[in-house]
């Protein structure tokens, strides 16, 4: 079965950077799209960022961008993303999810919590 | 950027009762909307895509339609485990983006 595994949260400073990985399992990685989705406590949710199976279309949500850089590692199957100069309003849940079709998002990790705090 | 409005933002029905949930499009985006479910402490479940088509294992008391800026998705008989914030989400146009949610109760 699909399975999206996300780590590398945790309580970070303002400024400061950090990187969250999804590994994934049960379905061939290197095929689908991948997605970044956040959660501020208590909020909705905010896309964060795409890229191809190929990475030759990459698109950022504009709170993100030039901050926030998606990639991806295909022969073991991990989806990346780089976070820079980290702000309070960072604080979040980060999900990954599988791109379906035509950028629905049909399969999500369990998340991880990043916190941005002084 | 293309703004999803969903409405209302509670739904508080009995059991059994039917529940009614719409999504607006700030532009036309054909029929481009999917749905999600989050229930409480869990990561969001696909619902629906293409407006209508159901996701894998979905039941069919779930149901959506809807097309250009106005979408809906219909809970025929809701249960306690239909507990949950639903979500709708167009991918028209990049940046993707979601509505804020419509949280659905059991009185």
């Known amino acids: 079965q699909v399975q999206l595994l996300e780590s590398g949260g945790g309580v970070v400073q303002p400024g400061t950077s950090l990187r969250l990985s999804c590994e994934a399992s049960g379905f061939s990685f290197s095929s689908y799209g991948m997605h970044w989705v956040r959660q501020a406590p208590g909020k909705g949710l905010e896309w964060l960022a795409v890229v191809w199976f190929d990475e030759t279309i990459i698109e950022y949500a504009e709170s993100v961008k030039g901050r926030f850089t998606i990639s991806r590692d295909n022969s073991k199957s991990v989806l990346f993303l780089d976070m820079s100069n980290l702000t309070v309003d960072d604080s979040a849940v980060y999900y990954c999810?599988?791109?379906?079709?035509?950028?629905?998002?049909?399969?999500w990790g369990q998340g991880t919590l990043v916190v941005v705090s002084s | 950027e293309i703004v999803m409005t969903q409405s209302p933002a509670t739904l508080s029905l009995s059991p059994g009762e039917g529940a009614t949930l719409s999504c607006r499009a700030s532009?036309?985006?054909?029929?481009?909307v999917a749905w999600y479910q989050q229930k409480p402490g869990q990561s969001p479940r696909l619902l629906m895509f293409t407006s209508s088509a159901p996701a894998a294992g979905i039941p069919d008391r779930f149901s959506g339609r809807g097309s250009g800026t106005e979408f809906t998705l219909t809970l025929s008989s809701l249960r306690s485990e239909d507990v949950a914030i639903y979500y709708c989400?167009?991918?028209?146009?990049?940046?993707?983006?979601f509505g804020g949610g419509t949280k659905v109760e059991i009185k």
């Open positions: 989400q167009q991918y028209h146009k990049w940046p993707l983006t």
């Open positions: 532009h036309d985006i054909d029929n481009n």
């Open positions: 999810a599988r791109r379906g079709g035509a950028s629905w998002l049909d399969y």
